[in-house]
């Protein structure tokens, strides 16, 4: 069983930066996507970024894209999420997934694994 353990979370003023981190328990690490995901009460899970096992590939959700930046350290086994210029619509449950392969995806259905998730607050 894979755990994944989110870190980083936190209430922040609007225009602010958070970094979440996520610390993977089972090795090998490197041969695995890894991507957020996050749900704001009352709507849907959506996504948030993914990157490839390398990290040479990431993508984005439209609604971070140039605000959000997703990286890795294999020799950690941590996926890290950088986030800037948060507003509140970025208030929401943020959770680490690992997906069944390499490459990136938007889809819920290639991530295999699941951390508990972190509350990330955007108030004034």
């Known amino acids: 069983q894979v755990q994944l353990v989110e870190s980083g979370g936190g209430l922040v003023q609007p225009g602010g930066s958070l970094r979440l981190s996520c610390e993977s328990s089972?090795?090998?690490?490197?041969?695995?996507?890894m991507g957020w995901f996050r749900q704001a009460p009352g709507k849907e899970r959506e996504f948030v970024a993914s990157?490839?096992?390398?990290?040479?590939?990431?993508e984005y959700g439209d609604s971070v894209m140039g605000r959000f930046a997703i990286s890795r350290d294999n020799a950690k086994s941590t996926v890290y999420l950088q986030m800037n210029s948060l507003n509140p619509e970025d208030t929401a449950i943020y959770y680490c997934?690992?997906?069944?392969?390499?490459?990136?995806?938007?889809?819920?259905?290639?991530?295999?694994?699941w951390g508990q998730g972190i509350q990330v607050t955007v108030s004034s």
């Open positions: 997934v690992r997906s069944r392969f390499s490459s990136t995806s938007q889809s819920e259905n290639q991530y295999e694994y």
């Open positions: 089972r090795r090998p690490f490197t041969r695995y996507a």
């Open positions: 990157i490839s096992w390398s990290g040479a590939v990431s």
